[in-house]
C-alpha cells in the first residue's frame, strides 16, 4: 500500500495516525471477528447443547464462561451458535431486501414518472406502519417460524435504500459526464455500466452494510416476541425470551451475556460500514 | 401558521385517506395469506361454546365463506362505519381494546418521548458545544452504542439490576397486582412506568442527540454566533442563548417524525414488562391469531404515525421560512 | 452565563423532583388489610365459569357448589346434597337437596336448577362426560331424580364436579358472568389479567375468613416475581422454581395425581384428516417397538431429579397409586438405553447411512415432540426426553405452540406432552377407549385395543366401584394384553408431580388434598377454612 522512500515509523507503517489507514485496520478486525465466530461455530460439538442435570444453573465459570441454564446447557456454546443462526438470518434478509432496494430503485429512476409514482408509494405504504407492525404481520401472513422471519424482515427494511439508490441515478443522469457521454451516442447500457455502476456499487455496499445491524436487531426482536424459531434450535431472541422467565430468579448471567455478545455484534457491523464508507469516501482521502 | 392552508389540509386528508387504503389492502393481502382458517380467526375458542346459528350469523356478518377480496369489501364496509368487529381473545370490540389499551400505552410512549426528548436533546446541545472534547466523545460514543443496544435486552437488563437486584422498581404491569387500573393511583403508575419508559426512550435518545449535535455544531459555526462570540459571549452562553433556540424546533420536528419507531420500540418494551398495552395487544393478536383486532391495530398505527409525520410537516412549515413564504407567493 | 444559570437551576430542580418521587415511590406500597388475599395460582379457564361447559370439572368450581365434595382425604361427603341413593339396578340416583342453599343473586336453589344443570350439561356433550346420562328431573322442590341410561360406575364424580348454575340466570353471557351458590361469587373479571371474587353474603355454608380474594392471571415468571416482591398470598410455581426461597412465604408443597406424559399417535400416516382438517397418523410412533422403546429409553428418575427438583414422582401409568392403578403390572426398568436399542433393532429399525438416526424402510425414526409454549416443565421434559432418546437412535424435535388450538390440530400427528390426573378412572376411559378417539381430548392417538375396550367398558357398567376396580386394572394389563408399556405402549408416562406453592407466612391453608390435575383451582377446595393469623 504505502510506497514511501523513508523509513516510516511502526505507526506511520502500519497507517494507524490517518483516516483510511484506521478505518481499514479497523475493517480487518471486524472481518477476523466475524471469521472467528463462524469458525466457533463451526467447530463447536453439540454437546454443548444437550441437556446435562449435574451442571445446571451455573453461574459464569472458567468451566462455563457463560454459565449454565436451567438443563445444563452451556450458555457460551448456545450463544455462539445462537449468535451465528440470528446473524445468519439477519444477513439473508438484509441481503434479499438489498436486492429489493436496488432493484425498485433503479426502476423508478429510470423508468419514467409513472413507475417513480408507484415505486414512492410503496415506499410511503411499508413506512405507514411501524417496522414492528409491519413484521408481526408478514409473519403472521407466513405463519411463523424462520421464513417467516427473513421475509418479515426483508420486505420491511428495503425503503431507505431504495430512497439512497433513486437519488443518486436520479442525480447521476443529471452529471455532466453523463451527459457529455450521450450525446457523444454511447448507448444507455453503456452509460449504465461505465458511469452509474461504480458510482452505485459503493453507496450500495455501504448501504447493505449498514442494513445489517438494523436487520439482525430486528430479526432478533421478533423471535423475542415469540414469532418465529423453535427453542430447540437457540437464536439469540430465543435465548433472551427464555432468560425473561429466569431474570426474575436472579439468573442474569442467561440475558446478560447473551444480549451483550449480540450488542457487540451489531455494532461492530455499523463499525464495518461506517469504516467502508470512510475509505471510499473520496472527501476523507486526504486525511 | 400560514403554511397549515385549507389546501395543505385537504392536501394531507387525501394523502392519509390513499395511504389507509393502501395499508388496509396490505394488511388484509397479508392475514388472508396465512394458513389460519378465516372461520376460526375470527370465532377462535368460542367456537366450541356458541350455537350453530350464532356461528352461522357470524360467518354472514363477515362473508367468511366467500373469498378474500369480497370478504375484504364487506370488512372495509363496517370500517368505513365504525365498526372494526370482535377481538375474539378479549371478547370486545376491537374499538373498545384498541381505546382501551391505547390509553394504558399512551402513558408510557408519552413519558418515554418526553424522556428521550429532553435527554436527547441535552446531551446533543452539550456534545455540540465543546466538539471533540472528550464529553462530546463520551456522549457519541454513548450514543452510537445505544444505537445497536437491543432495545428489549437493555429492558432485561434494567429489570435484572432495578427490579431484581435493588428491588426498587416493580417487576411488571401496569398497576400493582390486584388492583385494577381505574383504581390506581398515580403514583402507583409512575412506579410502574419508569422501567418501560426509560427502556423505550434508550431507542430515541441517540438519535436525537446526534441530530442535535450536528445542528448545534452547524449553529455554533454560523454567522450569528460569530457575532456574538466577538461581544465576548461565552461558548456555554452562545449555545444557550442562540442555538438551542435555533436547534429545538427541528430536534421536536424529528421526535414527532420518528412516533412510527416510538409504537414500535412499545411492542417490545411492553413484552419484556409484561405492560399491558396496545404493544402487547398486538404481539397476543399476531401469535393468537385475532385476525379483527390485528386489522385494527394496523390501521390505528398507520394513523399514529401519519399524525406524527402531519405535526412534524407543520412544525417544519412554521420553522423554515422559506418554505412558509413559498406558501403564501403561492397564493 | 446568565442564561445558563437559570437554566442549569431549572435542571437541579427537575433532578432533584425525580429523586424524591423516586424515594417516595421506595417507600413501600400502601399495606393491605387482610380481609383481601392475593392469589396467583393460574388456571384461568379460556371457556369461561360455565359448569356446563366444563368449568371445574375437577371439582372444587368456587362459584359454585356440587352436589357432592371430597374432604381432605378424598372421602365423599355431601354438599348441597344431605341424602343420596342409588338404585338397586344402578341406573336411578335419587338427591334430596339442602333447603337454604341460594345463589349470589339471592334466589334459592331448588331441585329444577338442579335438574336443569345435569340436562344442559349433557346436551352440550363433550367435555363433561354425561353420555350415560338419560334425563334429570325434579321429583320435589328439593328432590331430584337422575335416570341413567345404563349403569355407570364412575357416576358418581359427576355429583362431585358439576357446580349447580340457577336455570334463571344461566344463559350465553353466562360464563363470564356467572352466578353460583358456592362460597365466592365474581365481582370483575379482566381476561388475561385478574380477577377479582368477594364472598358469596348467601352461602350456606361455614363463612370464609377472606372477604375478597384476587386472582391473577399472570404468567409464571411474572407471578413468582411478584411473589418476591411480596405482592401476593398464594403463589403456584414450577416446580424448578420450588427450590429458591421467597422472603416471607413458605413452600407448600402439596401431592397430586396430575401427571405428565408424551401421547403417542398409534396409527400410521395414510393421509386422512378429521373433518376439521387435522391430519391423523404418524408413521414412526405407530410401531409398537418404537413407543416401547421410548419408554424404555426414558430416565425418568432423572427428570424427576433434573427437572421436577425432587418434587414429584416417576410416572409409569396414568393413575399411579390411585385404587384403579394396576401398579405391579405397570412399573418396569427404564433409563435403559440398549434395552431401546435392542428393541429398535428387532423391529428392523437400522442406522444405515450413519448419521445417527435409525431407520426402516426408507422412513427415519424421527418426529415432532409439541409442548404448550407458556409452560416452562413441560418445555424442560420435552427437551430432556429429546436427548435421552437421541443416543438410542430417535430423532425428536421440540416445539412450543402458543395456543392449544394449533395444539388440537397437531395432536393427532404430533407427539404432545401432556398433563392428565383426576380422583376420576373416567379418565383412563378417555385416554384410552376407541369409542370417542379424536372428539375433544379423547384418545388423540386413536389408540385402538378391542380387549382394552371391553374391560373398561365392562368397568364402567360394573354392579358397583368395589367391582369396577380389577376390570380397569385388566385395562391397563391382563396378563396378556393391555394399555400400559408392557401391553400397547399408547403413551410415555414420565412424571407425576408435586403441586408447589408458595404460601404467606401469616397464611393457614390447612390440610390441601391430594390435588388432581391443575385446571381451575384446586388449592381453593377448603378455602373457608383458610385463616390469617399475624
Known amino acids: 500500500m504505502s510506497t514511501e522512500a523513508l523509513r516510516p515509523t511502526l505507526a506511520q507503517r502500519l497507517r494507524l495516525m490517518d483516516g483510511r489507514g484506521r478505518a481499514a485496520w479497523v475493517l480487518v478486525l471486524c472481518l477476523a471477528y466475524f471469521a472467528a465466530l463462524v469458525a466457533t461455530a463451526a467447530m463447536m460439538s453439540e454437546s454443548g447443547l444437550t441437556t446435562d442435570f449435574l451442571h445446571k444453573k451455573l453461574a459464569p465459570c472458567l468451566e462455563f464462561p457463560f454459565g449454565t441454564d436451567w438443563l445444563g446447557r452451556d450458555m457460551l456454546v448456545r450463544t455462539v451458535k445462537g449468535l451465528t443462526r440470528s446473524l445468519g438470518i439477519g444477513l439473508l434478509a438484509a441481503s434479499v431486501s438489498s436486492v429489493v432496494s436496488a432493484v425498485l430503485g433503479t426502476l423508478s429512476a429510470t423508468l419514467g414518472r409513472k413507475t417513480d409514482a408507484v415505486v414512492t408509494t410503496l415506499i410511503d405504504l411499508v413506512m405507514a406502519t411501524p417496522h414492528l407492525v409491519l413484521l408481526i404481520l408478514v409473519s403472521f401472513a407466513c405463519g411463523g417460524g424462520a421464513t417467516g422471519v427473513i421475509i418479515a424482515v426483508a420486505v420491511s427494511h428495503w425503503t431507505r435504500l431504495a430512497r439512497i439508490i433513486r437519488a443518486e441515478i436520479l442525480q447521476l443522469k443529471q452529471a455532466e459526464f453523463v451527459m457529455v457521454s450521450r450525446k457523444l451516442g454511447r448507448s444507455p447500457w453503456w452509460i449504465a455500466r461505465k458511469h452509474m455502476l461504480p458510482h452505485i456499487m459503493p453507496q450500495f455496499t455501504i448501504g447493505l452494510i449498514l442494513l445489517f445491524p438494523h436487520a439482525i436487531l430486528h430479526a432478533a426482536g421478533l423471535t423475542f416476541l415469540g414469532f418465529g424459531l423453535s427453542p430447540h434450535n437457540p437464536s439469540i431472541g430465543i435465548l433472551l425470551s427464555e432468560s425473561m422467565r429466569h431474570i426474575s430468579t436472579g439468573y442474569w448471567w442467561l440475558a446478560i451475556l447473551p444480549g451483550l455478545s449480540l450488542l457487540v455484534t451489531v455494532k461492530l457491523f455499523d463499525v464495518l460500514g461506517n469504516s467502508l464508507r470512510v475509505i471510499t469516501d473520496p472527501k476523507t482521502s486526504q486525511e | ?331 | 452565563m446568565r442564561v445558563f444559570n437559570p437554566l442549569s437551576c431549572k435542571g437541579l430542580s427537575f433532578i432533584f423532583a425525580v429523586c424524591l418521587l423516586f424515594l417516595c415511590l421506595m417507600g413501600g406500597s400502601p399495606a393491605m388489610a387482610k380481609d383481601t388475599l392475593t392469589l396467583a395460582v393460574k388456571g384461568e379457564p379460556d371457556e369461561g365459569y360455565d359448569p356446563t361447559l366444563g368449568w371445574g370439572r375437577y371439582g372444587s368450581p368456587l362459584f359454585q357448589s356440587t352436589l357432592l365434595r371430597r374432604d381432605e382425604n378424598l372421602n365423599i361427603v355431601n354438599d348441597l346434597a344431605t341424602a343420596r341413593s342409588l338404585s338397586k339396578d344402578g341406573l336411578v340416583w335419587d338427591v334430596t337437596i339442602r333447603e337454604d342453599a341460594k345463589f349470589s343473586d339471592g334466589t334459592g336453589l331448588t331441585a329444577e336448577d338442579v335438574a336443569y344443570t345435569f340436562n344442559t350439561a349433557a346436551k352440550s356433550g363433550g367435555k363433561v362426560d354425561l353420555v350415560n346420562l338419560d334425563k334429570a328431573e325434579a321429583t320435589g322442590k328439593y328432590t331430584v331424580r337422575l335416570t341413567l341410561k345404563k349403569r355407570d360406575t364412575t357416576f358418581i364424580n359427576r355429583l362431585i364436579s358439576l357446580g349447580i348454575v340457577p336455570k334463571a340466570a344461566h344463559g350465553p353471557g353466562y360464563a363470564r358472568k356467572p352466578v353460583g351458590s358456592g362460597p365466592y361469587m365474581m365481582v370483575e373479571w379482566n381476561e388475561g389479567q385478574q380477577m377479582i371474587a368477594q364472598a358469596n353474603p348467601h352461602y350456606y355454608g361455614d363463612k370464609p375468613y377472606f372477604k375478597k380474594l384476587v386472582f391473577l392471571f399472570t404468567d409464571e415468571d411474572t407471578s413468582f416475581a411478584a411473589a418476591k416482591a411480596g405482592k401476593v398470598d398464594v403463589v403456584v410455581v414450577p416446580q424448578a422454581l420450588a427450590v429458591q426461597t421467597v422472603p416471607g412465604m413458605v413452600l407448600h408443597p402439596v401431592k397430586s395425581v396430575d401427571n405428565r406424559g408424551l401421547m403417542l399417535p398409534c396409527v400410521p400416516d395414510e393421509g386422512k384428516v378429521t373433518d376439521k382438517g387435522a391430519p391423523i397418523g404418524n408413521t414412526v410412533t405407530a410401531d409398537l417397538a418404537v413407543r416401547k422403546a421410548i419408554n424404555v429409553a426414558i430416565d425418568r428418575d432423572m427428570l424427576v431429579k433434573g427437572v421436577l427438583e425432587g418434587f414429584g414422582t416417576p410416572a409409569y401409568g396414568p393413575c399411579d397409586g390411585l385404587p384403579w392403578d394396576n401398579a405391579e403390572a405397570n412399573k418396569f426398568k427404564d433409563a435403559d438405553p440398549d434395552a431401546a436399542r435392542k428393541l429398535l433393532a428387532d423391529a428392523g429399525w437400522k442406522d444405515t447411512d450413519g448419521d445417527g438416526i435409525v431407520e426402516k424402510d426408507g422412513v427415519k425414526a424421527e418426529f415432532t415432540v409439541i409442548y404448550p409454549a407458556d409452560r416452562q416443565i413441560r418445555q424442560y421434559l420435552a427437551l430432556a426426553v429429546a436427548d435421552m432418546l437421541k443416543p438410542v437412535g430417535i430423532h425428536a424435535v421440540v416445539e412450543g405452540k402458543r395456543s392449544w388450538d394449533e395444539i388440537k390440530h397437531l395432536m393427532h400427528s404430533c407427539v404432545i406432552v401432556f398433563g392428565w390426573g383426576a380422583h376420576d378412572p373416567i379418565e383412563i376411559y378417555q385416554l384410552y377407549s376407541s369409542h370417542h378417539a379424536g372428539q375433544g381430548w379423547n384418545d388423540p392417538g386413536y389408540y385402538k385395543n378391542a380387549k382394552v375396550d371391553e374391560y373398561m367398558d365392562a368397568a364402567i357398567s360394573a354392579e358397583s366401584y368395589e367391582a369396577s376396580l380389577p376390570l380397569w386394572k385388566k385395562s391397563q394389563w391382563d396378563g396378556t394384553t393391555g394399555s400400559n408399556t408392557r401391553g400397547d405402549a399408547p403413551w410415555a408416562w414420565m412424571v407425576n408431580l408435586d403441586h408447589t406453592y408458595f404460601v404467606s407466612e401469616h397464611l393457614d391453608v390447612g390440610v390441601s388434598q391430594v390435588e388432581p390435575h391443575g385446571h381451575g383451582w384446586p388449592i381453593t377446595a377448603n378455602i373457608q377454612k383458610w385463616t390469617w393469623k399475624d
Not at chain 2, 397486582?177 to 426512550?201: E, F, M, N
Not at chain 2, 396496545?278 to 394513523?303: C, M, N, Q
Open chain 2, 1 to 331: 401558521m400560514h403554511a397549515i392552508s385549507l389546501r395543505f389540509c385537504m392536501g394531507k386528508a387525501g394523502r392519509l385517506a390513499l395511504i389507509l387504503s393502501l395499508v388496509s389492502v396490505l394488511a388484509f393481502t397479508l392475514v388472508s395469506l396465512s394458513p389460519v382458517d378465516p372461520v376460526s380467526a375470527y370465532i377462535g375458542i368460542d367456537r366450541m361454546q356458541i350455537s350453530a346459528e350464532q356461528e352461522q350469523r357470524i360467518i354472514d356478518r363477515w362473508g367468511l365463506d366467500r373469498p378474500a377480496p369480497e370478504r375484504f369489501f364487506i370488512w372495509a364496509g363496517s370500517v368505513l362505519r365504525g365498526d372494526l368487529g370482535q377481538s375474539m381473545i378479549f371478547n370486545e370490540p376491537v374499538t373498545t381494546v384498541i381505546g382501551k389499551r391505547f390509553v394504558t400505552s399512551l402513558w408510557l410512549m408519552a413519558s418515554a418521548w418526553l424522556l428521550s426528548g429532553v435527554l436527547g436533546f441535552v446531551l446533543g446541545v452539550v456534545a455540540g458545544t465543546r466538539r471533540n472534547s472528550l464529553t462530546d466523545r463520551i456522549i457519541r460514543i454513548y450514543s452510537y452504542t445505544l444505537a445497536s443496544t437491543p432495545s428489549f435486552w437493555m429492558g432485561l437488563v434494567l429489570l435484572a439490576v432495578f427490579s431484581v437486584a435493588l428491588g426498587w422498581t416493580p417487576i411488571c404491569c401496569a398497576t400493582p397486582p390486584g388492583v385494577s387500573p381505574d383504581d390506581a393511583t398515580l403514583w402507583q403508575r409512575l412506579h410502574h412506568l419508569i422501567l418501560p419508559a426509560a427502556t423505550l426512550s434508550v431507542i430515541g435518545v441517540a438519535q436525537i442527540a446526534l441530530h442535535t449535535r450536528e445542528k448545534t455544531i452547524d449553529a455554533m459555526n454560523s454567522e450569528y454566533a460569530l457575532f456574538a462570540f466577538a461581544q465576548g459571549e461565552s461558548r456555554t452562553g452562545v449555545a444557550w442563548r442562540h442555538a438551542v433556540r435555533n436547534v429545538a424546533l427541528p430536534a421536536v420536528t424529528l421526535q414527532f417524525a420518528s412516533l412510527g419507531e416510538l409504537f414500535g420500540g412499545s411492542v417490545l418494551a411492553e413484552q419484556v414488562f409484561s405492560y399491558p398495552g396496545l404493544g402487547k395487544a398486538t404481539v397476543e393478536a399476531g401469535i393468537r391469531g385475532d385476525v379483527p383486532l390485528l386489522l385494527g391495530i394496523t390501521l390505528f398505527s398507520a394513523v399514529f404515525v401519519f399524525s406524527g409525520n402531519f405535526i412534524a410537516d407543520i412544525l417544519y412549515g412554521v420553522l423554515d421560512p422559506r418554505i412558509r413564504i413559498g406558501a403564501e407567493e403561492a397564493k
